[in-house]
């Protein structure tokens, strides 16, 4: 591999404005120094962002980070962004690639991290206010006190934070009962790109008590939430609890975790799981049979989260690199599995009933439960999942060696999972594995995700993992992924870019089939709420000039893959 | 474009016999049984396509002609009233029941499908659709869906949960435009997206002001293998509170609302018929007014199903579990009601179809209802606030029905409360009229949500509401810049 000696400069802010910033926050909280914005170009799940490090492309460096301490602050910001026609991006974590600039402009960081409270949970209303920077284990760790949870944690870690994954859409574990975090969230308080308050909900009319998240009239919430950070910077949100019977603590292994560096054997690594609660796994000899006694426990009702972890697994409960690599190659973990978490809400009994259902189901369509006598060093191995289902931390694990990008789609258990291994298996064989564990949807089951009462539908995920200091293999990831989601749109898999429906561009104005045109509407709400292009533009949608400008390679790469999939190329509209 | 053109370009369209303006007919759309003012449309186009709606939504843009979406005009509160004259776009012939999915669990509807004929349909194969409690039957189900209206199961289904999947819909330029898996024009059955996750929430309460829905896929469910009514009678509402609240908290039963006497009465009542037109005809009924005595003042009424499997075991470990809460609670818990035959019987078969709720129009002909959201801790207060004003505008107490819904195990309630009045007594509409604006607009100060402000209540709601407001305004200039779609509804008055 050549080096590349070229220097990386990225844009920087003229005096006049960054003297605006520290005047709002205080010097303290403001810094353009370069180690400090650097920081903030590098982020978890970003090939796109791994080559313009290879390249030595600065325009994923921030142009300074800001720090404000609350709204008004934040307030304030996006006012001088706009006085200055200075463009800005909200960040939390920086766990996603949404996080960064997202042209070589200077931009403005807007890091949330000094907004970081639970501010009040609601025994009444069942409801929970955070500010932007609070996170999953913090909520839970105060709600479950009162016998309360929010009803999930993302496999991304419980450090996510509430706000910026209603950026996405937030797939937790427990989706099967609960929905996703976007059907979840009560309000939210929301500095526009041009400085205005929204405020969502009943929260919006004064008087009137944070309890329910529509309207009034048209829910306005629904342009905000899956925008990627592009509607403005969410400074507050409210989200639902539910009844919590595990009690005020979680089990913890005796040494604590995952914090010790010697972490390495597996006895650190195991809790029990929460009280009143109960997961089973099941094997199974098939892909078929796996489908089959899915769709037919998520139509049982019952238990709260219902999932197959195929490869994954092996990241998330091996507690190393080498241990993971070891099990994926030896199929350790069984290729078609499931599992199913059980809860004693109503009471002891529940466990008992959804016990005996998922056991008849089981009986009826083939599979096996892990137990004491069949497999038992595999369900020891699973252990992890014992609390991660409810409070994860072992999902970074799958950037031990790189997580690089994903197709998700999302529908029905059988077509759904059918679409998602058809799909990603002409991705990996038109343009090979990155690494080994590529291969998880194609040789064995797609990660499967209940998410919805009943298993109505289902979010399947397929994940690229390549090796982030090769470029080749990060292009490499780049295409498979690309091809992934043309392919979806070509045979009418889903709604576009990902089963969680939310786009980013290109894949958003490039796609007309996909609305149709459903780039024309979403560039009216643009409009609407950045009149000014000025919040993480072009991120999720182009305006015409972007869209206008956007580079004719780019395009014609884009239209070989579109041919690829059967679409006709396309030409810039006028 | 003179309305003479208007009517040809129309009748190109949709054909001549679907285009009238007969005046009496047109009357026929100027009012619905709401205090909502009349408003008479220039004409009323039946259409039986998306292409036609599309067609009639463009022309309406070229001569700046509003349209007023209709599908079934049993909303009641005045949302298909034209306030600005134009066009009422009638899809009640669009009543196809398109798919039944048994395998994924949905239903794809045309906006005409009333929810009494996807009802029958479905439980002729074992399936059911979620309905609202006293939903008109005739109601489409998509416009219901649509408009938010609480379906009888809302305790538990919508936790997490929305009963609306895929959509189609016309935009207020004429585009045609798709969400969830249909969105690249594929098999439905997943709500999510395209491009925003959950974007097909924008055109809830709405009332059609930003986009014409037509067509829905909704979700669907087996019926339940054997269900259990339970009673659970109060004196007064506060003593209702806590074991709502521990009830739900237990995540025990599907269905779960609280009554008081004179609706559950109405329910009752075997004198009084369904009635099929609104406001109906009065009907004085010795039945109900005996009814309402013996009941006691409020009722919680709780339902257990049993699923297809272990329908015993199930039905078994719920019913034990509440009766344990009762007893804790140390409350009553009855399997029937002493002085209503077969009362268990007839509230099982409401859950299904909650047509006899209706019968309370009977009672005076209109029912002017303030429906609204509160939470569970707030209802005594509210409850006094409407007494207070009741008595203080000499309306019987008695006469007050009230329907009270948990949501979401108890997060919100979804409230009712409904004052009766002849529709053709003057005096008395006006008295009623003027103690349920007061009631209207003292209820919100006190903490009650309307959050689907229709009519009078838009002003009460949006005023409170200004950047909320703002917002809305602006998206509405920015996809329908001609007003056509329904204007003058929610805060989209011509200003």
Redesign the interface.
């Given at each position: 591999m050549q080096r590349n000696n070229k220097r990386s400069i990225p844009a920087k802010l003229t005096p006049e404005v960054y003297k605006a910033l520290e005047d709002i926050v205080g010097t303290e909280y403001v810094s353009e120094d370069r180690a400090v914005v650097e920081c903030y170009s590098k982020f978890s799940v970003d090939s796109s962002g791994a080559l313009k490090k290879h390249a030595k492309d600065p325009s994923n460096i921030p142009a300074c980070i800001v720090l404000p301490a609350n709204t008004r602050e934040v307030q304030a910001v996006v006012h001088v962004c706009n006085r200055f026609k200075v463009q800005f991006i909200a960040f939390s974590n920086g766990m996603i690639s949404f996080s960064g600039p997202t042209t070589p402009e200077p931009t403005v960081c807007v890091h949330t991290s000094r907004m970081n409270r639970v501010l009040e949970i609601d025994e009444?209303?069942?409801?929970a206010r955070l500010e932007a920077f609070a996170d999953y284990a913090q909520l839970q760790a105060d709600a479950m006190k009162r016998g309360l949870w929010n009803?999930g944690s993302p496999l991304a870690t419980t450090l996510c934070k509430l706000s910026s994954q209603s950026a996405?859409?937030g797939i937790w574990q427990t989706?099967h009962?609960?929905?996703?975090l976007?059907?979840?969230i009560?309000s939210i308080k929301l500095v526009?790109p041009t400085g205005?308050?929204?405020?969502?909900g009943?929260d919006?009319?004064?008087?009137?008590?944070t309890?329910?998240e529509?309207?009034?009239?048209?829910?306005?919430?629904?342009?905000?939430?899956?925008?990627g950070g592009t509607t403005g910077i969410i400074t507050e949100i409210v989200v639902?609890l539910?009844?919590w019977p595990g009690g005020p603590e979680l089990p913890e292994p005796e040494a604590g975790r995952p914090c010790i560096q010697t972490y390495t054997e597996a006895k650190y690594d195991t809790g029990s799981p929460p009280k009143h609660h109960k997961p089973l796994w099941v094997e199974f000899p098939d892909f078929e049979t796996e489908l089959k006694a899915l769709?037919e426990i998520g139509?049982?009702?019952i238990g709260i989260g219902l999932n197959a972890t195929g490869v994954y697994n092996s990241y998330y409960c091996s507690q190393t690199q080498e241990m993971t690599l070891e099990r994926v190659k030896e199929k350790f973990f069984p290729p078609y599995n499931c599992y199913l978490i059980l809860s004693a809400?109503?009471?002891e009994?529940?466990i008992?009933?959804e016990e005996?259902?998922c056991r008849?189901?089981i009986k009826e369509v083939g599979g096996t439960f892990l137990s004491e006598t069949y497999k038992p060093e595999v369900l020891d191995a699973l252990a992890p999942w014992n609390l991660d289902f409810v409070r994860h931390v072992t999902g970074f694990r799958m950037n031990r060696h790189a997580y690089g990008a994903s197709i998700i789609l999302?529908?029905?258990?059988?077509?759904?999972a059918h679409k998602t291994r058809e799909v990603w298996t002409k991705s990996i064989d038109t343009f090979g594995e990155t690494y080994i564990t590529d291969r998880g949807g194609m040789d064995d089951t797609p990660f499967l995700y209940s998410s919805?009462?009943?298993g109505?539908?289902w979010l399947t995920e397929a994940d690229a993992y390549p090796d982030m200091t090769n470029p080749e293999l990060l292009q490499k990831s780049q295409a498979l992924v690309t091809s992934g989601i043309v392919n979806?749109?070509a045979?009418?898999?889903?709604?576009?870019?990902?089963?969680?429906?939310?786009?980013i561009e290109p894949v958003?104005s490039f796609f007309p089939?996909?609305?149709?045109?459903?780039?024309?509407?979403?560039r009216?709400?643009r409009?609407?709420f950045d009149p000014n292009g000025l919040c993480a533009p072009g991120r999720?949608?182009f305006s015409k000039t972007e869209y206008d400008n956007f580079p004719d390679d780019v395009l014609a790469d884009l239209n070989k893959m579109r041919q690829m999939h059967g679409l006709s190329t396309i030409k810039k509209e006028k | 474009m003179q309305a003479k053109t208007l009517k040809q370009e129309l009748e190109n369209i949709a054909g001549q016999s679907n285009v009238i303006d007969d005046e009496n007919i047109l009357k026929q759309y100027s009012q619905d049984q709401s205090f909502v003012a009349p408003g008479k449309p220039d004409m009323v186009v039946f259409v039986e396509s998306v292409e036609q709606i599309q067609k009639v939504v463009k022309l309406a843009n070229k001569t700046l002609t509003p349209v007023t979406p209709y599908s079934s005009g049993k909303n009641l509160h005045g949302a298909t009233i034209p306030e600005h004259g134009g066009l009422i776009l009638n899809m009640s012939r669009m009543k196809k029941i398109l798919e039944i999915n048994t395998e994924d669990w949905f239903a794809i509807v045309e906006p005409g499908v009333t929810y009494r004929q996807l009802q029958d349909t479905l439980s002729r194969q074992g399936y059911r659709v979620m309905v609202p409690y006293g939903i008109v039957p005739e109601r489409s189900v998509l416009s219901s869906y649509l408009e938010r209206d609480p379906v009888l199961a809302s305790p538990s289904f919508e936790n997490g949960n929305s009963l609306i999947l895929d959509t189609e819909l016309v935009l207020p330029d004429g585009e045609l435009f798709r969400t969830g898996n249909w969105a690249t024009g594929g098999r439905p059955g997943a709500p999510n997206g395209p491009i925003r996750n959950t974007i097909y929430r924008l055109w809830t309460g709405a009332q059609g002001t930003l986009g014409i829905l037509t067509k829905m896929g909704v979700q669907i469910e087996p019926l339940p293998k054997a269900g259990k009514i339970f009673f659970i009678p109060f004196q007064n509402l506060s003593e209702a509170i806590e074991p709502i609240k521990k009830i739900q908290g237990k995540e025990i039963g599907t269905e779960c609302f609280l009554i008081n006497s004179f609706n559950l009465a109405a329910v009752f009542t075997e004198e009084w018929e369904i009635p099929e037109t609104f406001p109906a005809a009065i009907s004085a009924s010795p039945e109900f007014d005996k009814a309402r005595q013996l009941l006691p003042p409020w009722t919680l009424i709780i339902c257990i199903n049993g699923p297809l499997r272990r329908t015993e075991e199930k039905t078994a470990y719920e019913t034990e579990a509440l009766k344990d809460l009762c007893n804790v609670l140390k409350i009553d818990i009855y399997e029937s009601l002493p002085d209503i035959p077969e009362a268990e019987v007839t509230m099982l078969a409401e859950m299904l179809r909650p047509w006899k709720a209706l019968k309370k129009f009977n009672y005076k002909g209109s029912v002017h209802d303030l429906t609204f959201k509160a939470p569970l801790n707030r209802l005594t207060k509210l409850d006094k606030t409407l007494q207070d004003l009741a008595q203080a505008h000499g309306y019987p107490l008695a006469d007050i029905g009230i329907f009270l819904l948990p949501l979401e195990r108890a997060r919100a309630i979804h409230c009712e409360f409904d004052l009766h009045c002849a529709h053709s007594d003057k005096r008395e509409k006006e008295k009623v009229k003027a103690l349920w604006l007061q009631a209207s607009s003292s209820l919100i100060n006190s903490g009650a949500y309307f959050d689907r402000p229709y009519g009078p209540w838009a002003e009460m709601i949006y005023s409170r509401a200004s950047n909320y407001t703002s917002m809305l305004k602006k998206l509405k200039s920015e996809i329908d810049p001609n007003n056509i779609l329904n204007p003058g509804k929610l805060c989209f008055g011509v200003t």
């Open positions: 009444n209303n069942l409801t009803g996405f859409a989706d009962k609960y929905g996703t976007s059907r979840n009560v526009t205005d308050i929204l405020i969502t009943s919006t009319v004064s008087g009137m008590d309890f329910w529509y309207g009034p009239g048209p829910d306005l919430f629904s342009l905000v939430r899956g925008s639902k539910h009844t769709a139509h049982a009702g809400i109503i009471s009994k529940q008992d009933y005996k259902v008849d189901i999302g529908g029905p258990i059988t077509t759904v919805n009462h009943n109505r539908f979806t749109i045979h009418q898999y889903g709604p576009g870019a990902n089963g969680l429906g939310v786009s958003t089939e996909v609305g149709p045109n459903a780039h024309h509407l979403f009216k709400i409009n609407l999720q949608v | -």
